[in-house]
């Protein structure tokens, strides 16, 4: 009897449990990741590559921790081999969708034809992600589609911001380790200017100290981005008198009795020769676009009044405003920090709280919160509700922000000294950051200069021009481009981003 029960369980019933739990190792195998997106409302093809998205909690409480979200987008040629870039917007407070929807992102959106529909997306040409695998993440919790249930974990700063970051990207890469050996950039704009050196510096120090996974960080960008008070505060002058927008008269009253300090004159007494001529410079640029001087500016007719009492509109077609010279981008406020204010310690205004006291820019957001606060678009990128995440808006009113890292020169300074690479990239018509700034900060470091100041090209049209210095540090502008590069300039965008990445020459 014990010989048949043998034979039984040796022939009959551990075959089939060896056959049941390979049937469930297959199926858990050939189940799609959760994080894989495998449709997109307003696109109906298939993806050039493969894309991910989810949340990771930074704190390991998804119920009273902050939950980052990103969009991860494989590379389009080799992902298994190609860099890796973590891509921020800035503000702060401004959603990384920004970069996403309006500037490098996979696809790009056509507006709706009426209201209620959504965008139609269409293969972005010039997408970075032809050449990389590419991060956009909502950084800090609050931003975008980024949240925590304690809303007491909407109060950070600089330096909170960047530890959090660098522990998400750890446990990214947890999440996705078939990408650890990949080559590993930074990237970001504006009040990125901020975010990246920071991180990069979070992520550097976790390497030296063994910290695992270890993380293959090779280098950083930083596009028209806020660095130092001093530097970033007296850029506009030299810039708008160079660009033809004052006169010489009016700038040599500038440079006589402000004596080169341009960036504090709004503390000085109003009768003051130095504010009153500053004055003169606000009223010749008042109108002009602050993220690209050559693009036409939206006058809103009505915006005294909707301040007044407290319905600042969020479309152009609330003002009776119907001239679109841009086809899909139109944003009421932007997200760098504004150029009559550089970034000084303390807790950072956020940019609805300016709108709400001074119209900032002439565009505004309608594609980008149209598509992401769709309740289907939603779902299939795996972000939560409105009612949990709360709206998405291109820069949140949610946070409190403390700018508490001070000058990034000295995260400059020692990030090249330690051998990462670094490009500092400019769009030469934008007034919000000008370039000005960034070629005087990248020149004060003091490097000896190993490819002096030459044109570069892309389509076989002079591109910009760069200058590039010792340790690896590189500052190069973009020819008629704005705030947000890639917006203005796709191919040229693209153009220098692979050339960099590659280690080419630019």
Same mark, same amino acid.
């Given at each position: 009897?014990?010989?048949?029960?043998?034979?039984?369980?040796?022939?009959?019933?551990?075959?089939?449990?060896?056959?049941?739990?390979?049937?469930?190792?297959?199926?858990?195998?050939?189940?799609?990741?959760?994080?894989?997106?495998?449709?997109? *409302?307003?696109?109906?093809?298939?993806?050039? =590559? $493969?894309?991910? #998205?989810? @949340?990771?909690?930074? %704190?390991?409480?998804?119920? !009273?921790?902050?939950?980052?979200?990103?969009?991860?987008?494989?590379?389009?040629?080799?992902?298994?081999?190609?860099?890796?870039?973590?891509?921020?917007?800035?503000?702060?407070?401004?959603?990384?969708?920004?970069?996403?929807?309006?500037?490098?992102?996979?696809?790009?959106?056509?507006?709706?034809?009426?209201?209620?529909?959504?965008?139609?997306?269409?293969?972005?040409?010039?997408?970075?992600?032809?050449?990389?695998?590419?991060?956009?993440?909502?950084? *800090?919790?609050?931003?975008?589609?980024?949240? =925590? $249930?304690?809303? #007491?974990? @909407?109060?950070?700063? %600089?330096?909170?911001?960047? !530890?959090?970051?660098?522990?998400?990207?750890?446990?990214?890469?947890?999440?996705?380790?078939?990408?650890?050996?990949?080559?590993?950039?930074?990237?970001?704009?504006?009040?990125?200017?901020?975010?990246?050196?920071?991180?990069?510096?979070?992520?550097?120090?976790?390497?030296?100290?063994?910290?695992?996974?270890?993380?293959?960080?090779?280098?950083?960008?930083?596009?028209?981005?806020?660095?130092?008070?001093?530097?970033?505060?007296?850029?506009?002058?030299?810039?708008?008198?160079?660009?033809?927008?004052? =006169?010489?008269?009016?700038?040599?009253?500038?440079?006589?009795?402000?004596?080169?300090?341009?960036?504090?004159?709004?503390?000085?007494?109003?009768?003051?020769?130095?504010?009153?001529?500053?004055?003169?410079?606000?009223?010749?640029?008042?109108?002009?676009?602050?993220?690209?001087?050559?693009?036409?500016?939206?006058?809103?007719?009505?915006?005294?009044?909707?301040?007044?009492?407290?319905?600042?509109?969020?479309?152009?077609?609330?003002?009776?405003?119907?001239?679109?010279?841009?086809?899909?981008?139109?944003?009421?406020?932007?997200?760098?920090?504004?150029?009559?204010?550089?970034?000084?310690?303390?807790?950072?205004?956020?940019?609805?709280?300016?709108?709400?006291?001074?119209?900032?820019?002439?565009?505004?957001?309608?594609?980008?919160?149209?598509?992401?606060?769709?309740?289907?678009?939603?779902?299939?990128?795996?972000?939560?509700?409105?009612?949990?995440?709360?709206?998405?808006?291109?820069?949140?009113?949610?946070?409190?922000?403390?700018?508490?890292?001070?000058?990034?020169?000295?995260?400059?300074?020692?990030?090249?000294?330690?051998?990462?690479?670094?490009?500092?990239?400019?769009?030469?018509?934008?007034?919000?950051?000008?370039?000005?700034?960034?070629?005087?900060?990248?020149?004060?470091?003091?490097?000896?200069?190993?490819?002096?100041?030459?044109?570069?090209?892309?389509?076989?049209?002079?591109?910009?021009?760069?200058?590039?210095?010792?340790?690896?540090?590189?500052?190069?502008?973009?020819?008629?481009?704005?705030?947000?590069?890639?917006?203005?300039?796709?191919?040229?965008?693209?153009?220098?981003?692979?050339?960099?990445?590659?280690?080419?020459?630019?």
């Amino acid at each position: 009897m014990a010989m048949e029960n043998q034979n039984f369980l040796e022939y009959w019933v551990l075959p089939l449990l060896m056959m049941l739990l390979l049937g469930h190792w297959i199926s858990v195998q050939a189940a799609p990741s959760p994080s894989l997106i495998t449709q997109l *409302p307003g696109f109906n093809a298939n993806f050039p =590559s $493969k894309h991910y #998205s989810g @949340y990771i909690s930074i %704190d390991g409480n998804a119920e !009273s921790g902050k939950n980052l979200f990103y969009y991860f987008v494989s590379s389009e040629s080799s992902p298994e081999k190609d860099p890796v870039v973590l891509w921020l917007n800035g503000g702060p407070g401004c959603s990384s969708f920004d970069g996403f929807v309006y500037e490098h992102g996979p696809f790009n959106f056509e507006a709706a034809n009426s209201k209620g529909n959504l965008p139609t997306l269409h293969i972005n040409p010039y997408s970075w992600s032809k050449v990389s695998n590419i991060i956009y993440l909502d950084s *800090p919790a609050g931003v975008g589609l980024s949240y =925590s $249930k304690n809303t #007491s974990k @909407y109060a950070t700063g %600089d330096l909170e911001t960047a !530890s959090d970051t660098h522990v998400f990207l750890l446990k990214w890469f947890q999440q996705f380790p078939e990408f650890q050996a990949n080559p590993f950039y930074i990237a970001g704009e504006s009040y990125a200017g901020v975010y990246v050196p920071t991180l990069a510096f979070e992520v550097a120090k976790g390497i030296r100290s063994g910290t695992k996974p270890v993380i293959n960080f090779k280098g950083y960008m930083v596009g028209n981005g806020v660095t130092d008070e001093i530097f970033d505060g007296n850029a506009l002058i030299p810039f708008v008198h160079g660009m033809g927008l004052i =006169s010489d008269s009016i700038y040599e009253n500038l440079q006589s009795s402000c004596k080169g300090n341009y960036y504090d004159a709004y503390s000085l007494d109003e009768n003051d020769v130095c504010y009153k001529t500053i004055e003169k410079v606000d009223r010749a640029i008042d109108g002009l676009n602050v993220y690209n001087i050559l693009e036409p500016c939206y006058h809103f007719p009505n915006a005294a009044t909707a301040k007044e009492n407290g319905t600042l509109p969020r479309s152009f077609k609330q003002l009776g405003v119907t001239e679109r010279p841009l086809p899909v981008r139109k944003r009421m406020f932007g997200r760098a920090w504004p150029f009559r204010a550089p970034v000084k310690p303390g807790l950072v205004t956020l940019w609805p709280q300016l709108a709400q006291t001074r119209h900032v820019a002439c565009v505004s957001d309608e594609v980008a919160s149209s598509w992401l606060n769709n309740v289907a678009v939603r779902k299939a990128i795996h972000a939560e509700s409105e009612k949990v995440a709360g709206p998405w808006e291109l820069c949140s009113s949610r946070i409190e922000y403390h700018h508490n890292a001070g000058s990034m020169i000295p995260y400059h300074k020692n990030l090249t000294r330690l051998g990462y690479r670094a490009l500092i990239f400019s769009g030469d018509h934008d007034m919000c950051v000008p370039f000005t700034g960034s070629e005087a900060w990248t020149r004060s470091l003091g490097y000896k200069i190993v490819d002096e100041w030459r044109p570069w090209n892309s389509n076989n049209q002079v591109a910009g021009y760069l200058q590039a210095y010792e340790n690896n540090l590189t500052f190069l502008t973009i020819k008629g481009a704005g705030h947000t590069v890639p917006e203005y300039k796709p191919r040229e965008a693209l153009d220098f981003y692979s050339r960099w990445l590659e280690g080419k020459l630019i």
